[in-house]
């Protein structure tokens, strides 16, 4: 049997794909909605639905809902980043519709910024290697996970702010897990003052010097998208720690993210006609 608050939250669910595809549908005939991959600039004249990666259905819905009337629509997003934690993947679903204009905004800087073009390089599914000649990326290869919270504290208390000036409000530490030798719980144990996340509650934060750390124990839950948002809340400088070995690059590679499946893009598809 099927508990009754599961039904509640399929009705939910159902209520937000509906909502958004009514609006998506709506918007598009009227020519008024596209799609922005990245940040939309300052001022832009439009009415912008910002970090649409991480918004759940009902959150995407009230927003569309919000959109003054005879006023161009934006939703801008970063496909590559970790989505939310709520069902479905509506950005993803929107440009794989299709039915939109899309713009990309993405930084592909060849001779430009080291973290733009380690960002550029993580979207093609390659790890680059550091450039000798230039701090913004470091990667620290250990032992096992207890190498890591040493090695992270080395780089928070000594490193990072002697060779950035970053004071501890300036660093982030990074992990994918809670628990475990290099988790959250045991890092943020090491390193008081500091301030330290797993990975997805990192949403819409940014720090100068970003600390990512990859247990061994994490490898099963390595991805593409959980590295380039590791990246991604860096502003001058990322430190990757890893005891993951070869299973890093390979999910940089591979790209795997489990796929969120909702009816959104078939209701798109059929012009909320199913």
Same mark, same amino acid.
Request: glycine share 10%; aromatic share 2%; net charge negative.
């Given at each position: 049997?099927?508990?009754?608050?599961?039904?509640?939250?399929?009705?939910?669910?159902?209520?937000?794909?509906?909502?958004?595809?009514?609006?998506?549908?709506?918007?598009?005939?009227?020519?008024?909605?596209?799609?922005?991959?990245?940040?939309?600039?300052?001022?832009?004249?439009?009415?912008?639905?910002?970090?649409?990666?991480?918004?759940?259905?009902?959150?995407?819905?009230?927003?569309?809902?919000?959109?003054? =009337?005879? /006023?161009?629509?934006?939703?801008? &997003? !970063?496909?590559?980043? #970790?989505?939310?934690?709520?069902? *479905? %993947? @509506?950005?993803?679903?929107?440009?794989?519709?299709?039915?939109?204009?899309?713009?990309?905004?993405?930084?592909?800087?060849?001779?430009?910024?080291?973290?733009?073009?380690?960002?550029?390089?993580?979207?093609?599914?390659?790890?680059?290697?550091?450039?000798?000649?230039?701090?913004?990326?470091?990667?620290?290869?250990?032992?096992?996970?207890?190498?890591?919270?040493?090695?992270?504290?080395?780089?928070?208390?000594?490193?990072? =702010?002697? /060779?950035?000036?970053?004071?501890? &409000? !300036?660093?982030?530490? #990074?992990?994918?897990?809670?628990? *475990? %030798? @290099?988790?959250?719980?045991?890092?943020?144990?090491?390193?008081?003052?500091?301030?330290?996340?797993?990975?997805?509650?990192?949403?819409?934060?940014?720090?100068?010097?970003?600390?990512?750390?990859?247990?061994?124990?994490?490898?099963?839950?390595?991805?593409?998208?959980?590295?380039?948002?590791?990246?991604?809340?860096?502003?001058?400088?990322?430190?990757?720690?890893?005891?993951?070995?070869?299973?890093?690059?390979?999910?940089?590679?591979?790209?795997?993210?489990?796929?969120?499946?909702t009816r959104l893009g078939p209701l798109l598809a059929a012009g909320f006609e199913i």
């Amino acid at each position: 049997m099927v508990a009754d608050d599961t039904w509640v939250c399929l009705d939910a669910l159902a209520t937000a794909e509906d909502a958004v595809a009514d609006e998506v549908l709506g918007l598009a005939s009227e020519g008024r909605l596209a799609l922005v991959l990245g940040d939309v600039p300052p001022g832009a004249e439009a009415y912008v639905v910002p970090d649409a990666h991480r918004l759940d259905l009902e959150e995407l819905a009230g927003h569309l809902q919000q959109a003054p =009337p005879d /006023v161009p629509v934006v939703i801008a &997003g !970063d496909p590559d980043e #970790l989505p939310g934690r709520a069902p *479905g %993947a @509506a950005l993803r679903d929107l440009i794989e519709w299709g039915g939109l204009p899309v713009r990309d905004l993405r930084a592909d800087p060849a001779d430009g910024p080291a973290l733009g073009r380690l960002l550029a390089a993580l979207r093609r599914g390659d790890l680059l290697a550091p450039d000798s000649a230039d701090h913004s990326l470091v990667v620290v290869p250990c032992g096992d996970d207890a190498e890591i919270v040493v090695r992270v504290r080395q780089l928070v208390t000594d490193s990072i =702010p002697r /060779v950035f000036g970053a004071g501890p &409000g !300036d660093i982030l530490v #990074l992990t994918p897990l809670q628990r *475990g %030798a @290099a988790g959250q719980a045991a890092l943020a144990d090491a390193l008081p003052g500091i301030d330290v996340l797993t990975a997805h509650d990192a949403a819409r934060r940014q720090a100068a010097a970003v600390v990512a750390c990859f247990p061994g124990q994490a490898a099963g839950v390595l991805s593409r998208a959980l590295v380039y948002s590791c990246v991604r809340a860096a502003t001058r400088h990322v430190s990757v720690v890893t005891a993951s070995g070869d299973a890093l690059p390979a999910a940089v590679r591979s790209g795997e993210l489990r796929r969120r499946i909702t009816r959104l893009g078939p209701l798109l598809a059929a012009g909320f006609e199913i």
